[in-house]
């Protein structure tokens, strides 16, 4: 059973108008670039899209925005994106927006076979509408329920051949999380060794959630905020 | 007289104790991490997924994969540990988080909080806010005590959509510092100079002022 | 003539395909393992928090940190990684194991199954039991086809407590392999030269025997 | 802030009489050792042990059996230990079973400070009687609540002195989800290093949920079932 892929093209070939896919990323950190780069080419439309935030006006899925190819965002925070704002505000982008930690959690639901999480986070505010309270020890806490994606787009640091994956600092965020929620997870990685390499104990993401997986390339990690001090501070 | 920005940080400072971790939101929160009291340890955790943020990164030493929530670039320190956004929100929603600092457009005197969303202005989105707000056992509010046109932000109730019910233990302002309890905000410390009138003035919501209300006093 | 435990297992692992995940119960399900068809790539999953279980380790080599569910020392292959036990009953719940193999005391003709307890025993608990039959879409029950008294354990009901309802997709015993379908037990094959009769007369659920049965065919 | 003890028997000093106490391990692989021996010096009855096993005759928890200071386990599977079943055939000791997953799922979601999981292992069980069942997708799930426990006691490989946690290849199964179940955390770890050793990237447990670290000594690492082959073979 291969893994493994070639290019980003071949790895993201049958998503079709109208699927539903996760993006893995916190802002630009941990983007799947090539992906994104194969999607963009693919030109598929009508994509609905859970991803933590939408990238930037040229960069992320803002490269997708450009191309009119998200129906529907489910974010938690969208700023950072004019194209964005102007489909938003002209009725051609869907826009649901859920708390951080929701979100998180919905993905990682998925990849624990939990049907539905119990969270606090939105209780006694519009995310609460129409959604079920219920009480345990005297707080209350939201249902809110696992995401059915059909496919998990992720960026990992090292991967090996049986889909394994290991992630590098923030970079990690919501990655592990989708790359197990989804039910086909394309996984694009910087280093992609021979099975055997990686150290079992080290593992982020266990090879069984992960169908397909290639190496990246040309990767540009474009920094959002680039904030440094003098070495004289 | 009123305090800067950065009096209010380090009047919020003053809350921390060793072996603290503390998420610091965007804003003025972020600034208490440069008055971290002497001879204490405090660990900052940043929502994306990290625990022990360091300061910003020396010029050309910046990495595009470690950042903190606000997508700065940051650096790690000897402790860290870096985890999926699940597992932080997770330690965040089961209470081990000590305390957390937010920004916020208006805190009402039943602890309620607003400050993600303004009807009729492009809306964002909450991020993380919403999880923290109504997790945390411990959140303190550092904002400005009036907005931009002069009115109140401590009300008796939120006009804006909020972002969390009875959630809000504290708020610091550039004014004042104020508990909010069972009957509302109750004044605990003023800034310098400011007098309890002003602070009177300034608050729509229910004020509690009892007895002599002292100074707040810095090294 | 009835199959050895072997060649139940042996039968089994014909069920296995290239790529497949695979959680084998104790007894005859481990022995799945050494039948694994050429040429096909199959990991076996521990649900201790293993996937890419390998053979067991050269005498001397064993280390107390490396065990199988069933507690035995085993190893770990190229591609093996580790896991806390509540991802591993994640991955299962989730449906990401292909095949579960499992022994049993009782199954039922609708699917469920008895293998955790027996009244009036000592009661050692269902382990993962009853989260593998409750998760994994596609079971396989290995057993004897009677119990030790004669009495045969493919049941219209099961008379033991239930690990789990509705559940097993197929069984393999000594005599036969039979799928479970919603008007009953299946015959699909037929050790070699066991009779249908003598199969009909052994199973004690609803059994459907549709046309020819073949007998089971081994290299 | 202080994580470090110098002896388990500080670390369990106020591990007092009725304490409800999580034991990390599966079977005789990962336990406590050193914390297991010093509960047994120390004495404390009546403790209510949350382990997904009960130890052996002469090892484990079993020790604490012996010396009758568990008044009941909670546990999936509790064979291998015939002072255990003497204890319980004679009403000196009670048993909660609960499916493997449902206890492992049970620690975490206490650690992720969900009140409740979703989970379909027992419906149509006797574990069912008396639990609320939800259908979800046609599905049948019990809802089964987090683990409330005053103290979680595990074993790692390596530690640091912030409290980070890194265990060794399946000597980790229930070891990092009951640390973050603890109300109280106490680890003991084969080495403690000092902050900064461990990679942020491979901890396993962070440091936040651990209160109490201390290396422990003399492991034994007793083997239940030695299964190895001839080098020939």
């Known amino acids: 059973m291969n893994k493994v892929y070639n290019h980003a093209v071949d790895a993201i070939a049958d998503i079709n108008d109208d699927a539903v896919i996760m993006l893995g990323g916190f802002g630009l950190c941990g983007i799947p670039e090539n992906s994104i780069a194969a999607l963009v080419k693919k030109g598929s439309k009508n994509l609905t899209c859970i991803s933590n935030n939408a990238g930037v006006d040229d960069f992320g899925i803002g490269l997708m925005l450009q191309k009119k190819q998200v129906k529907k965002m489910v974010s938690s925070y969208v700023g950072e994106n004019a194209e964005f704002e102007r489909q938003l505000l002209s009725g051609e982008l869907e826009v649901e927006l859920i708390p951080q930690g929701t979100l998180a959690t919905r993905c990682m639901a998925a990849g624990y076979g939990m049907p539905a999480i119990f969270t606090p986070a939105g209780v006694g505010t519009e995310v609460a509408e129409g959604k079920e309270i219920r009480i345990f020890n005297d707080k209350e806490y939201l249902l809110e329920y696992a995401f059915d994606a059909d496919f998990a787009i992720v960026k990992a640091w090292k991967g090996d051949t049986e889909g394994n994956l290991i992630f590098k600092d923030t970079a990690r965020n919501f990655n592990p999380l989708m790359a197990m929620a989804g039910k086909i997870t394309i996984a694009e990685v910087e280093e992609l060794v021979p099975a055997g390499e990686l150290d079992p104990n080290q593992i982020h993401t266990p090879g069984i959630y992960v169908h397909r997986i290639f190496q990246g390339k040309d990767y540009e990690k474009r920094i959002e905020q680039r904030t440094t001090k003098k070495l004289t501070d | ?219």
Request: negative net charge; contains cysteine.
């Open chain 2, 1 to 219: 007289m009123a305090l800067s920005k950065e009096q209010i940080a380090k009047r919020i400072s003053m809350e921390l104790k060793d072996g603290y971790y503390v998420n610091l939101g965007i804003g003025i929160p972020t600034l208490v991490a440069n008055y971290i009291p002497a001879g204490i340890n405090v660990v900052l955790q940043s929502e994306n997924g990290l625990l022990g943020m360091g300061p910003f990164p020396i010029d050309g030493e910046e990495d595009a994969d470690l950042i903190n929530a606000g997508k700065q670039t940051i650096t790690t320190l000897a402790g860290s540990s870096i985890f999926d956004s699940a597992l932080s929100f997770g330690m965040i929603r089961a209470g081990k988080v000590d305390l957390t600092v937010l920004g916020a457009m208006e805190v009402s005197d039943s602890g309620d909080i607003a400050n993600w969303k303004i009807p009729g202005k492009m809306v964002k989105g909450m991020g993380g806010a919403m999880d923290l707000v109504a997790s945390a056992k411990n959140i303190i509010v550092a904002m400005m005590h009036t907005n931009p046109k002069g009115e109140s932000k401590l009300l008796s109730a939120c006009t804006l959509p909020l972002t969390g019910k009875h959630c809000i233990k504290k708020v610091v302002t550039e004014l004042a510092v104020l508990d909010i309890t069972e009957d509302g905000f109750k004044l605990m410390e003023r800034a310098p100079g400011v007098s309890v009138e002003e602070i009177m003035a300034k608050t729509a919501g229910k004020l509690i002022v009892h007895g002599e209300i002292p100074e707040m006093q810095f090294d």
